[in-house]
C-alpha cells in the first residue's frame, strides 16, 4: 500500500470529491445533521491535515490569488451637522432718560444764605414761599432762571397783598456787570459795593428798592416790595429811602460774605427736545385768534416787561412768553364776554421736571401732547389755561384774564394746534 500521500492531479480530484461529499451532508435534515457535525469537522481537519494550505485554498477558506478583491466594506456617510444660523442679539429695551431737575449754580440754601438779614426790616411776618408753586401766575419764569442755575428765595406777607422780599444769586457776572452799567447809564445810583452795584428805590410809589451787585463769582440781587399798609398810595411820610438803602445795602454785604468760598456748580444740561430753539414765530401756524373766538387778536410776539426788575430775572429766563394781544386802538375797549383780549404761550424747553399738575386739575386729551391737564385758578381774577408736556418740554397755554372753565374745549382746541406746531427733530 503506497503511504505516501497523493499529489498533483491526483490530490486535486480527492479534494473535489471531499468538498462536494462536505456540501452534500450540509444540507440534510435538521434530524441527522445534529449527529453529523462532529464527523464534519473532523473531515475538514483531516483535509487541512493533508493538503495544508492547498486543501484551505481549494475550499475556499483562503482568497485566492487569482479571484477579483472583494469589495471593500463600503464606509457610512458621516451625517452633516446642521449650520447654526446667527440669530440677532436682542436688543435691550431702551430705558428712558430720567427726568433731572436743574440745581442752583450757588451751593447754599436760602435760609443759610439769608441767615444774617433782617427781613422785617422790609416786609412785616415774612414767610417763605417757593416760587415754584404749582399755582404760581409766575411758576414757568421761575422754572426758567432755575434751568439758567439761578438760585430764587422769596418771602410773601400776608398782610399785603403783593408784600415780597426777592433774593436771586447767579453765577453769571459777565451780564451782571454789563446790566449795572446799562443801568448806571440809566441813571441809577452806585452802593460802592463789590466789582459793581446799583440801587434804587420807591420809584414805584411805595417802600421798595432793588439792588445788584457784583462780587466774583456772584451776581446778587436783592428787592423788596411793601405795600401792607397803604396799597399803592404814595410812599408814607415815616418811610426813608435813606434808611431803605442803607438796610438793602447791609442786606447785600451779608449775602457776599455768605457766599464767600463757594464754587459754582456745573450747568444743568438741558435734555434734548423740538422745542429747544422754539420761537413766538413758531406759533404763527396756529390760527388762536380763530379758534379762541377772538379774531381782533394779532400775535404771536415776545412778551417784554417796561418795568425795570432786579436784573438777574430780567436777563437770566430761559423760559419764551409769547402773547396775543389786541391791537392799542382797541386797547381800551371792554372785552365781550366769551371772548380774550389776551392770549398767552410760554414753552419751557426741556422743563418737564417743572411740570406738576396741581390737585384740582382736570386731565385732559390733547392731541400730539404727552400730558395734559386743565387748571383755574383765582385771585384778583380768574383764569383758566392748558399745561401740557411736548417732547420732554413744559407748555402753558391760555394763561389769560378772563378764561373761564366754560371755555375748557377752546383751550384745549387751542392747545392742540399750538402742539401742531412743533418744530421737526
Known amino acids: 500500500m503506497n503511504s505516501e500521500p497523493p499529489t498533483g492531479d491526483e490530490l486535486n480530484r480527492m479534494?473535489?470529491?471531499?468538498?462536494?461529499?462536505?456540501?452534500?451532508?450540509?444540507?440534510?435534515?435538521?434530524?441527522?445533521?445534529?449527529?453529523?457535525?462532529?464527523?464534519?469537522?473532523?473531515?475538514?481537519?483531516?483535509?487541512?491535515?493533508?493538503?495544508?494550505?492547498?486543501?484551505?485554498?481549494?475550499?475556499?477558506?483562503?482568497?485566492?490569488?487569482?479571484?477579483?478583491?472583494?469589495?471593500?466594506?463600503?464606509?457610512?456617510?458621516?451625517?452633516?451637522?446642521?449650520?447654526?444660523?446667527?440669530?440677532?442679539?436682542?436688543?435691550?429695551?431702551?430705558?428712558?432718560?430720567?427726568?433731572?431737575?436743574?440745581?442752583?449754580?450757588?451751593?447754599?440754601?436760602?435760609?443759610?444764605?439769608?441767615?444774617?438779614?433782617?427781613?422785617?426790616?422790609?416786609?412785616?411776618?415774612?414767610?417763605?414761599?417757593?416760587?415754584?408753586?404749582?399755582?404760581?401766575?409766575?411758576?414757568?419764569?421761575?422754572?426758567?432762571?432755575?434751568?439758567?442755575?439761578?438760585?430764587s428765595c422769596v418771602w410773601r406777607s400776608e398782610a399785603g397783598s403783593y408784600s415780597n422780599v426777592v433774593v436771586r444769586v447767579s453765577n453769571d457776572v459777565t451780564t451782571g456787570t454789563r446790566w449795572t452799567s446799562e443801568r448806571h447809564d440809566a441813571g441809577d445810583s452806585s452802593l460802592g459795593l463789590g466789582r459793581s452795584s446799583v440801587i434804587s428805590c420807591g420809584t414805584e410809589g411805595n417802600s421798595s428798592c432793588r439792588a445788584s451787585v457784583v462780587a466774583d463769582p456772584w451776581w446778587i440781587s436783592f428787592s423788596f416790595y411793601d405795600d401792607s399798609s397803604w396799597s399803592f398810595d404814595p410812599s408814607p411820610d415815616a418811610w426813608s429811602e435813606d434808611t431803605a438803602r442803607a438796610d438793602v445795602s447791609s442786606a447785600l454785604r451779608s449775602l457776599s460774605t455768605a457766599l464767600v468760598g463757594l464754587t459754582p456748580t456745573a450747568a444743568w444740561q438741558p435734555p434734548a427736545t423740538d422745542w429747544a430753539d422754539a420761537t413766538c414765530s413758531v406759533l404763527s401756524g396756529a390760527d388762536v385768534p380763530t379758534i379762541v373766538g377772538s379774531p381782533e387778536l394779532v400775535g404771536p410776539a415776545e412778551h417784554t416787561w417796561t418795568e425795570v426788575g432786579d436784573g438777574i430775572s430780567d436777563t437770566k429766563d430761559s423760559s419764551v412768553d409769547c402773547r396775543w394781544v389786541l391791537?392799542?386802538?382797541?386797547?381800551?375797549?371792554?372785552?365781550?364776554?366769551?371772548?380774550?383780549?389776551?392770549?398767552r404761550v410760554t414753552i419751557v424747553p426741556g422743563g418737564e421736571w417743572a411740570y406738576e399738575p396741581v390737585d384740582d386739575s382736570e386731565p385732559v386729551s390733547v392731541a400730539g401732547a404727552d400730558a395734559a391737564t386743565f387748571v383755574c385758578v383765582s385771585s384778583e381774577g380768574s383764569s383758566c389755561y392748558v399745561d401740557l408736556l411736548s417732547d420732554g418740554s413744559w407748555l402753558q397755554v391760555g394763561y389769560a384774564s378772563g378764561a373761564t372753565p366754560e371755555m375748557k374745549g377752546l383751550l384745549v382746541a387751542a392747545a392742540e394746534a399750538i402742539v401742531a406746531t412743533r418744530p421737526a427733530s
Open 327 to 343: 391791537p392799542l386802538e382797541a386797547g381800551d375797549q371792554p372785552v365781550a364776554d366769551g371772548s380774550f383780549g389776551e392770549f
Open 15 to 151: 479534494l473535489v470529491t471531499m468538498k462536494q461529499n462536505v456540501l452534500e451532508r450540509t444540507t440534510e435534515s435538521p434530524r441527522r445533521k445534529r449527529n453529523r457535525n462532529l464527523g464534519l469537522g473532523l473531515g475538514l481537519a483531516a483535509l487541512l491535515a493533508i493538503g495544508g494550505g492547498s486543501g484551505a485554498l481549494a475550499l475556499g477558506m483562503l482568497p485566492s490569488p487569482f479571484q477579483a478583491s472583494a469589495p471593500s466594506t463600503p464606509t457610512s456617510t458621516p451625517t452633516p451637522t446642521p449650520t447654526v444660523r446667527p440669530t440677532a442679539t436682542p436688543r435691550p429695551t431702551p430705558t428712558v432718560a430720567p427726568v433731572v431737575a436743574p440745581v442752583p449754580s450757588a451751593p447754599i440754601d436760602c435760609a443759610t444764605l439769608t441767615n444774617g438779614i433782617d427781613l422785617t426790616a422790609f416786609i412785616p411776618d415774612p414767610v417763605y414761599a417757593p416760587e415754584l408753586l404749582p399755582k404760581n401766575y409766575d411758576r414757568t419764569t421761575e422754572a426758567g432762571l432755575a434751568q439758567q442755575g439761578v438760585l
